[in-house]
């Protein structure tokens, strides 16, 4: 081949080259833009957390912490936010026993009706909150009236109601940990005498685990954070967080929102890194 005609194929492919370096640099220019679109809305509650001035307003005439202090030393919030925490441990072990059973069952089993079962599980995440909620206690309603039991604004309807937003986090990571899994290794542990409880506790269990902890740690931040849905459910004498949150901001516009906005992010965000650092759950997410 000529020196002209290597030229000539240099030059042809150096354009071809440009416009690959310039898309890679235009995705990771729009993933950044994206990034910095979510993470805006923290960052300025972050910064209202500190403000010393009760009304927010620009520039602050200071900062300070003292709108964390009132937020830790309310009473009000401090039973919500263990009522909250308590209904979502509940409602998370509650979803998990359902979810994992199902999953496992539904991707092992092909049969008549399979997509709408798989379906019907992932609902609640397709269906507005408040609808979903506007649903659960008409359905009570109509409950109580036909069996005169004491279900509207109890704590097991509201739990009852919760369950449903960690079924289809639980039974969509569960099966996304199934995808990947070498069935082979549970038919070499039952060849080597184990039975299929022994197997799914030695073998399938450890698989899918990753996919267990993501579900209920999601669910557990679906069902504390959750308002459309309690508002319908909770009961007299009976406060979540953000209901509790709700009708302070009734009243009041403080940075103390702002604060416990914040003490919730962090929470949650050193529990995940702190599960990730045990079970491996980018495996999954």
């Known amino acids: 081949m000529t020196t002209a005609a290597q030229t000539a194929r240099a030059v042809s492919r150096r354009p071809m080259a440009d416009r690959r370096r310039i898309g890679r640099w235009f995705l990771k220019g729009s993933a950044a833009i994206a990034f910095v679109y979510i993470l805006l809305p923290l960052i300025f509650i972050t910064w209202l957390s500190f403000y010393r001035q009760e009304i927010p307003s ?30 979502g441990v509940i409602a998370t072990v509650i979803g998990l026993i359902l979810a994992v059973p199902a999953a496992v069952g539904l991707s092992r089993l ?12 992932l609902m609640p995440l397709v ?12 359905f009570q309603t109509e409950i109580q009236i036909a069996t005169s039991l004491p279900i509207l604004g109890s704590l097991p309807s509201l739990v009852w ?36 409880f022994t197997t799914f506790r030695r073998v399938t269990l450890p698989a899918v685990l990753p996919g267990i902890v993501a579900g209920g740690m999601f669910g557990f931040v679906a069902s504390f954070g959750n308002l459309e849905m309690s508002l319908f459910l909770v009961g007299p004498g009976r406060l979540t967080l953000p209901i509790a949150i709700l009708q302070y901001l009734q009243w009041k516009i403080d940075p103390t929102i702002a604060s416990i906005s914040v003490l919730q ?12 650092r045990f079970v491996k759950l980018s495996r999954v997410v």
Not at 127 to 138: D, E, K, N, R, S
Not at 265 to 276: G, K, N, P, R, S
């Open 161 to 196: 109601g919760h369950v449903l937003l960690i079924i289809p986090w639980t039974f969509r990571l569960v099966t996304a940990s199934l995808a990947g899994f070498d069935r082979t290794l549970e038919e070499a542990a039952q060849n080597l005498g184990a039975d299929r």
């Open 110 to 121: 092909r049969f008549r009706g399979h997509g709408l079962a798989s379906n019907l599980l």
């Open 58 to 87: 620009f520039p602050p005439e200071g900062y300070s912490l003292h709108w964390y202090t009132q937020a830790v030393q309310n009473e009000r919030f401090i039973d919500a936010f263990l009522f909250s925490a308590q209904l």
């Open 265 to 276: 992010i962090a929470i949650i965000a050193v529990t995940m890194l702190v599960t990730d």
């Open 127 to 138: 269906v507005p909150g408040i609808v979903l909620g506007i649903a659960i206690y008409v």
